[in-house]
């Protein structure tokens, strides 16, 4: 009866009940086993029948990896090996897979001519560090199982203090950034958080628990509250990390004091006093820093007692560059805290300066919106000194081929900052440059011997080319109209798109042909009528005014009629007939403006009549203000006709030359 079962589902039938073992369970049959319509031993899957070759008693699992990244980036292969009460490999058996964490790819599988069902493992959404358990169970014997335990691995957190040491004052806290990111250092955003405490002194934590923002950060503030030793740790997606804090109790915390500036400036040669506010019970204080040397060890690193609740040391830099200060208890490391300083060579010193802009391109700025440039002028001493960078250093900034469409550098003079920066920012005017562009130049003032540097801006935005095209395709519109897609494309000099350009379109018929619509098929059952054009001849409105002037109108010879392969035969003549050929309503009509959107294209349509397909040659003139004057685009083409309606012969023969 389980096999009659299995076979109605196969067929799309849905059965009442299951029976597993003689035994009916939700419509389920196991062990001549129906699973949501599948029959495994007697077992039928997707309407194929599949016995296992023997009875199965044993399942055994392997994985491919022990762990897995926890950004979804690897895999580890699962594989269920199941074995009969003799230890030989049983075909076509059921494995049923579940996991407690992470992602499998199947819930079942059969097992294949080696005894193995497999599917694969992977973290999934769930980023956070854990151990899974994948569990494989038979389908014809649920109390038979086998499990393999699985890590995630990968994601870390870091912290970030800016100070370890504070008092038991509230002017005294830190604020310390807690980063949470997965095994590609990437934030895990909406991750709980979770912070404790231990140790001898106290902490108040806000918060203690919170989750990250979209980038995976958190920020907590820690206030001291009893003096002493404290370790604080974080724990989140499976991972811990720990900063420890000393607590002092006096209202003194161990800090620099001076520089109060974080960075903070000076010339290169100069003498800085570092002053470190001490609380009681530390005797001596280590200042280290990364550039430069301390004047009372000549080093890099400095040990100085401590006098008064104070401890002072002083640096100096014959290099310049970024130099990170640290300054810590000698006798605890973890009682630190930290500065920067940032050496340049004296404005004396300046000897070169470059000129960069971030973009060299700009819109005009026109009817309120403002367009500006960034200007970075950088001044470094001159190479046989190092090519460092000067502070303090005086750049004037101008433009030396205005337009005189209003365009202007804001400030006219700036000092260098430490790094040997000064920058200033370009407004652009209303003129478009086209691509010669202006030159914006940044030079030392009092400094003749150094040569200025320039950056070219273009002022772009206005049309310097336009494209006028058609399409591939033409549409047929009503019974005697045709439309044909079209497009125009306009372009600064740069080639960008210019949006908003208006172009002007024009369509005239500037040449005709005179013929007719024959049968070009051999067959005297059948049809395929092709044009037989007998002549071509330019438009008789020869200035374009619509009037026919005196002498346009002529008269024409071309050829008689054409031969079933198309070649003319004979010749006919034509008298004048006192009208312009052929007028302009042939040419068909479109809009007279159209205007480009953002990529610089304006799409339309040219609607002409079916009987001027084939007969008119049609110019297409676009034209648009390109700095002041006009640039046009012009195309000349057949007008088309579906293939269609020419072989069948439903288009009339040409009007022209009656």
Do not use: H
């Not at 009866?1 to 419509?27: D, I, N, R, S």
């Not at 628990?209 to 370790?231: K, P, Q, W």
């Not at 040669?269 to 301390?294: K, M, R």
């Not at 940044?442 to 320039?454: C, E, G, H, W």
Request: glycine share 10%; net charge negative.
């Amino acid at each position: 009866m389980a096999l009659v079962a299995a076979l109605f589902v196969g067929c799309g039938e849905k059965p009442a009940t299951t029976t597993t073992g003689g035994t009916t369970t939700g419509g389920t049959t196991t062990g001549g086993t129906t699973t949501g319509g599948t029959t495994t031993g007697g077992t039928t899957t997707g309407g194929t029948t599949a016995t296992p070759s023997s009875t199965p008693v044993k399942v055994a699992l392997s994985a491919s990896s022990a762990s897995v990244k926890s950004d979804n980036s690897t895999t580890s292969d699962i594989t269920a090996t199941v074995l009969d009460a003799s230890n030989a490999i049983v075909t076509d058996a059921l494995v049923l897979f579940s996991s407690t964490g992470g992602q499998i790819s199947s819930s079942s599988a059969i097992t294949d001519a080696n005894g193995r069902a497999a599917i694969v493992f992977s973290a999934g959404a769930n980023r956070a560090n854990q151990i899974t358990t994948i569990t494989a169970t038979l389908g014809t014997n649920t109390t038979v199982s086998s499990q393999i335990p699985i890590k995630i691995v990968g994601s870390t957190i870091s912290l970030t203090p800016t100070r370890t040491s504070i008092s038991s004052v509230p002017s005294g806290g830190d604020t310390l950034t807690i980063s949470v990111v997965d095994s590609s250092s990437i934030g895990i955003a909406n991750e709980p958080v979770t912070l404790t405490q231990a140790g001898a002194g106290g902490l108040v934590l806000t918060p203690s628990t919170a989750v990250t923002d979209l980038n995976g950060n958190l920020t907590v503030t820690v206030t001291g509250a009893t003096a002493g030793l404290v370790t604080v740790t974080v724990t989140a997606a499976g991972s811990t990390a720990t900063q420890n804090y000393t607590v002092t109790g006096t209202g003194v915390s161990f800090a620099i004091t001076s520089p109060a500036t974080d960075p903070y400036s000076l010339a290169t040669n100069l003498n800085l006093p570092v002053a470190v506010s001490v609380p009681p019970g530390i005797t001596s204080v280590t200042f280290a820093t990364s550039l430069g040397t301390w004047l009372s060890s000549g080093q890099k690193t400095a040990v100085v007692p401590v006098v008064a609740g104070a401890a002072v040391a002083t640096l100096s830099s014959l290099q310049a560059g970024l130099a990170t200060l640290q300054v810590y208890d000698t006798a605890q490391f973890t009682t630190s805290d930290s500065t920067t300083v940032v050496f340049s060579q004296p404005a004396i010193n300046a000897g070169q300066i470059s000129l960069q802009a971030n973009v060299n391109v700009v819109d005009p700025s026109i009817g309120g919106a403002t367009n500006t440039v960034t200007l970075t002028a950088t001044v470094r001493s001159l190479p046989a000194t190092g090519g460092q960078a000067v502070g303090g250093a005086p750049v004037i900034f101008s433009i030396p081929n205005a337009t005189g469409g209003g365009e202007f550098v804001s400030p006219v003079v700036a000092l260098t900052d430490a790094s040997g920066i000064a920058t200033a920012t370009f407004t652009s005017g209303s003129v478009s440059t086209g691509t010669v562009g202006v030159f914006v130049e940044a030079a030392l003032i009092n400094k003749p011997a150094v040569l200025p540097a320039s950056a070219k801006i273009v002022i772009g935005g206005t049309a310097a080319s336009v494209v006028v095209g058609y399409g591939t395709k033409i549409i047929d519109l009503t019974a005697t109209e045709y439309a044909l897609p079209m497009s125009v494309l306009v372009a600064d000099g740069n080639g960008n798109a210019v949006e908003g350009a208006k172009v002007t379109l024009k369509a005239f018929p500037a040449s005709f042909s005179i013929g007719y619509w024959y049968d070009t098929d051999p067959n005297p059952t059948s049809e395929k009528f092709a044009p037989c054009v007998l002549g071509t001849y330019q438009n008789e409105d020869l200035n374009k005014n619509a009037i026919l002037d005196a002498g346009e109108d002529l008269p024409r010879t071309s050829a008689l009629s054409c031969d079933i392969y198309g070649a003319a035969t004979g010749v006919v003549s034509y008298l004048a007939n006192g009208q312009i050929d052929a007028p302009n309503a042939a040419a068909g009509t479109l809009p007279g403006v159209v205007t480009t959107d953002v990529n610089g294209v304006a799409n339309f349509n040219l609607i002409y009549q079916k009987s001027s397909s084939e007969w008119i040659i049609d110019e297409i003139v676009a034209s648009t203000q390109v700095l002041g004057t006009e640039a046009t685009s012009t195309v000349k083409f057949r007008l088309p006709f579906l293939k269609a309606d020419g072989e069948t012969g439903t288009l009339p023969s040409s009007v022209f030359g009656n």
